[in-house]
């Protein structure tokens, strides 16, 4: 249907218990499939919240989030689970092997699956390199690979899962220029008609996105194109400059 994988915020408003201001304050935006959606904003802006309210980690205190038309609260955490993916700002490994870590839960996935993932997320040349390839051992924790190789393998995690909605926060900016710029190049036909939403740091990260979202203080205070935005909006203005 036209409306899979939609992801839909309406006058969302969230605030951590016990807090007296809400982190996040009457958001609404739609963020499309087959489409990138990306958000943007300082650190403490509310852009990682924005992302777990999606995954149901915490339930608004107002407004509703819809996926596919339904409301994530009468999903269920698989449900949840099968329709979207989150790359997080930390990403984590478990004790096993670099193709277990990729498999996490999707045991049917092919090693040439793998490979694949790999390859978009830039992470294959690495694991080539590896005496066991896919059959490395991995540390939890993850310390026996870098920073970087981390967050790509945690790319070909969710690559690897096929979601309806893929879940980026913030999982490129430990990626080299060239390195990030490679690997966006690639996503677009590996996670073609998915609802792509990004949070990023770097705007050459985001300028080819359908929708750009500027948060600031959990507000939206912007939204439109890299164009459109670099035209009218000071807080973005200010982004790009700085
Ligand atoms: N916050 C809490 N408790 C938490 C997580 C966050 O009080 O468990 C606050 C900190 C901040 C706001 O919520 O004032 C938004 O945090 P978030 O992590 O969403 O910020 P961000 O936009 O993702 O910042 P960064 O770019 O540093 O990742
Ligand atoms: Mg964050």
Not at 23 to 45: C, D, Q
Not at 69 to 83: F, H, I, K, M, Y
Not at 102 to 111: C, H, W, Y
Request: hydrophobic share 40%; aromatic share 6%; glycine share 10%.
């Amino acid at each position: 249907t036209p409306e899979a994988g939609r992801v839909v915020f309406e006058n969302v408003t969230f605030g951590f218990p016990g807090a007296e201001k809400p982190v996040i304050k009457n958001v609404s935006f739609a963020a499309e499939p087959g489409k990138t959606t990306a958000i943007i904003g300082s650190t403490g802006a509310g852009k990682t919240v924005l992302l777990n309210l999606a995954l149901r980690l915490y339930d608004p205190q107002q407004g509703s989030i819809t996926v596919d038309g339904a409301p994530v609260s009468e999903l269920t955490r698989d449900q949840l689970a099968d329709t979207l993916s989150l790359v997080p700002q930390r990403p984590y490994m478990f004790s096993g092997t670099i193709g277990s870590n990729l498999r996490f839960g999707r045991t049917a996935a092919t090693d040439e699956e793998l490979w694949e993932a790999l390859r978009v997320a830039q992470g294959e040349d690495f694991v080539r390199e590896r005496e066991l390839g896919l059959d490395e051992p991995v540390s939890q924790g993850g310390t026996s690979v870098s920073g970087g190789q981390r967050q790509r393998l945690s790319i070909a995690r969710a690559l690897v899962s096929k979601p309806k909605v893929y879940l980026f926060d913030d999982s490129f900016s430990a990626l080299d220029v060239a390195t990030d710029a490679r690997l966006r190049a690639a996503l677009p036909s590996a996670t073609q008609g998915a609802t792509t939403i990004i949070v990023a740091q770097r705007v050459s990260t985001i300028t080819d996105a359908d929708q750009i979202l500027v948060i600031e203080g959990g507000e939206i205070v912007g939204r439109g194109t890299h164009d459109e935005l670099l035209g009218s909006n000071e807080v973005y203005q200010e982004i790009v400059r700085s």
